[in-house]
């Protein structure tokens, strides 16, 4: 059981998580609409950090942008909005309740109950509407005036009322229920496995998917997650649909004396033979910017270099911001 200000609480998060599920086009698309979106806000930004926390712990990432994006829709883009529907819950709340104060009192006098008929009653007015805290029938056993109940009754609830009427947008944050964790748990219900080449994250709308591949439409160079050539400091650069479709060799494990054909990747372990890489020719120039972009960061976070067989070709390095957004709508459905 909850207390009235809990209730509104639930309410007004509900009521705003639904809002931007259905509104938000971050949130109102499916898994790739909203990884474009990250990814989009990822470039706006060319915070490294924020990129190699999305490359290794996406979902942390992905949490991430969920809260800060619905912190900026409540507090900032749509705060009228989300105090109209605070107040409207208020306003539903009073009316829920002297309803079922009403409806109470009346079957009580029709039926010549008791006091804890009468609380029995009104809570069951109340249904799925309102879940509230328990009244003990004890504090009212010697009332009769089923009518001075309902009053003494609607002038506690009167207090709360207008206490609730005081209440903050600020204030939701202390509630235990909140729209982005609602926001969170709804958007974050899909497969997280990373492909083990790239990390791309499969799109799978499912967790535990045991019957279908994994997969993604677009893979990553494959020296974002730290890929090189064995013996060397040179990173890869290649995108995993190349590299199945050639026929290099790769190590599956950092200690690995055997190399497996990349046509036979799936024979790489547990890892591998899961995934399903299409051979083709797919590649986002987003990932070739971040590349350039970021070019000597990478190099000193895995103390390794783009050179040699990893050298960034030129027409990569010719990629701007803009156009690197751009090709996010190549993962198709809506435009970020």
């Given amino acids: 059981m909850i207390s009235t200000v809990e209730a509104l609480y639930n309410r007004t998060a509900i009521g705003l998580a639904h809002q931007m599920k259905c509104n938000y086009p971050a949130f109102n698309g499916n898994t790739l609409d909203l990884e474009k979106h990250i990814l989009k806000s990822l470039a706006e930004k060319e915070n490294f950090d924020d990129f190699i926390t999305y490359i290794k712990n996406p979902r942390r990432q992905t949490e991430a942008f969920i809260r800060a994006e619905v912190k900026k829709y409540i507090f900032t883009d749509h705060k009228d909005e989300a105090v109209i529907i605070l107040n409207k819950n208020v306003h539903d709340i009073n009316t829920t309740v002297s309803q079922a104060l009403f409806t109470a009192t009346q079957k009580v006098q029709t039926q010549s109950g008791y006091t804890d008929t009468w609380l029995k009653e009104f809570f069951s007015a109340l249904n799925d509407n309102l879940t509230l805290d328990p009244i003990c029938s004890q504090n009212f056993s010697d009332i009769k005036d089923f009518d001075f109940l309902r009053r003494e009754t609607e002038k506690g609830f009167a207090s709360i009322i207008e206490q609730m009427r005081s209440i903050s947008l600020d204030k939701m944050q202390e509630s235990r229920l909140k729209p982005d964790e609602i926001l969170v748990d709804q958007l974050c219900k899909h497969c997280w496995v990373k492909c083990p080449f790239c990390s791309a994250i499969c799109t799978n709308t499912i967790e535990d998917h045991k019957d279908d591949d994994h997969s993604v439409p677009f893979h990553r160079p494959n020296g974002i997650q730290g890929w090189h050539y064995k013996g060397t400091v040179e990173l890869c650069i290649t995108f995993c649909t190349t590299n199945v479709s050639s026929d290099l060799k790769f190590y599956p494990y950092h200690n690995s004396e055997k190399s497996i054909p990349y046509k036979e990747y799936r024979n790489g372990g547990p890892e591998y033979k899961t995934w399903r890489i299409t051979p083709d020719g797919s590649k986002l120039s987003y990932w070739k910017w971040f590349v350039c972009r970021f070019q000597n960061k990478l190099e000193k976070h895995y103390n390794r270099k783009f050179q040699g ?26 435009d970020v």
């Fill in 309 to 334: 067989r990893g050298e960034i070709p030129d027409d990569w390095k010719t990629i701007s911001k803009e156009e690197a957004i751009q090709s996010l709508d190549e993962m198709g459905f809506s």
